[in-house]
């Protein structure tokens, strides 16, 4: 496993949420109940963003999270979802941005490096 605090490849990442599931008879969450935690998580990071940027003020007895915690629950099940359908996250992101660099390449106004 690579020191906590060393730069990981998303491939790096995919290994040490495999190795932390593969440790539990469980396994893998269905993609259903992936969809649902993911989902799940994403309101978290969404009440996270209110609390910090919206008009929403934290009750004073709410726990202390943070967005970026927030976030990174939302990183774990999506690798997890990855990893129960053999998807390569490294892969599919370069598809990804394949497909922006291509098909999305004069949508948005570039700025003026001149």
């Given at each position: 496993?690579?020191?906590?605090?060393?730069?990981?490849?998303?491939?790096?990442?995919?290994?040490?949420?495999?190795?932390y599931?593969?440790?539990?008879?469980?396994?893998?969450?269905?993609?259903?109940?992936?969809?649902?935690?993911?989902?799940?998580e994403?309101?978290?990071?969404?009440?996270?963003?209110?609390?910090?940027?919206?008009?929403?003020?934290?009750?004073?007895?709410?726990?202390?999270?943070?967005?970026?915690?927030?976030?990174?629950d939302c990183?774990?099940?999506?690798?997890?979802?990855?990893?129960?359908?053999?998807?390569?996250?490294?892969?599919a992101?370069?598809?990804?941005?394949?497909?922006f660099?291509?098909?999305?390449?004069?949508?948005?106004?570039?700025?003026?490096?001149?």
């Amino acid at each position: 496993m690579p020191d906590e605090k060393q730069p990981m490849t998303i491939a790096d990442m995919q290994r040490i949420v495999d190795e932390y599931i593969s440790q539990f008879k469980e396994g893998y969450f269905s993609p259903l109940a992936l969809m649902a935690r993911l989902t799940e998580e994403a309101g978290e990071l969404a009440r996270e963003v209110n609390h910090y940027y919206g008009e929403k003020p934290k009750r004073r007895d709410e726990a202390e999270n943070t967005i970026d915690m927030e976030l990174a629950d939302c990183l774990f099940i999506l690798i997890c979802f990855a990893n129960s359908l053999n998807i390569d996250l490294e892969e599919a992101f370069h598809a990804m941005m394949h497909k922006f660099n291509t098909r999305d390449k004069d949508r948005w106004t570039k700025i003026d490096t001149e």
